[in-house]
């Protein structure tokens, strides 16, 4: 007959190398979780500037390599990829090859003025500091504590 109560227990043995490797894993969850959102607000700014400018974005991407889910809305392709470290938007114009069609010139971002060019570049950045902006500000009102005077 097999004894109930060593049964319990390798039970409660698994049950615990399953939460020792959960407590490992989770931290890099959540790590890539919030890089991916840190890149994703990112991109936004060049992408929302770029849209603002008049300027062609042919493709918003969150990771690289292959395209994991995708939809086309409009002239611009949002896809989210394989390897989440990273994401592109791809505007067109960055590259002075590219092929530029006509009646397309002002759509182009290498025409654009030299200020509005900045803008798009730096819009990314803008985002980023929005976003810690945001959630410092929200922590705090959350009652997150805050240094004594002097610290």
């Known amino acids: ?3 109930l109560l060593a049964f319990t227990d390798l039970s409660v043995l698994a049950e615990s190398q399953v939460l020792k490797a959960w407590a490992t894993v989770w931290p890099y ?3 890539l979780a919030g890089f991916s959102v840190i890149v994703f607000i990112h991109e936004l700014g060049h992408f929302a500037v770029a849209k603002w400018a008049g300027v062609r974005v042919e493709r918003f991407a969150v990771g690289f390599g292959r395209e994991l889910l995708g939809f086309t809305r409009g002239e611009t392709r949002y896809s989210l990829n394989l390897i989440p470290f990273g994401g592109f938007v791809k505007i067109f114009g960055e590259d002075p090859m ?3 069609k006509d009646g397309e010139e002002n759509r182009n971002f290498s025409e654009k003025p030299r200020g509005v060019q900045a803008f798009v570049l730096g819009a ?3 985002g980023n500091l929005l976003l810690a902006w945001g959630l410092l500000s929200a922590g705090f009102m959350a009652g997150l504590p805050a240094p004594a005077n002097g610290a």
Request: hydrophobic share 60%; no cysteine; net charge negative.
């Open 29 to 31: 969850l959540a790590m």
């Open 124 to 126: 990314g950045i803008l």
């Open 1 to 3: 007959m097999y004894d």
């Open 98 to 100: 590219e092929e530029i």
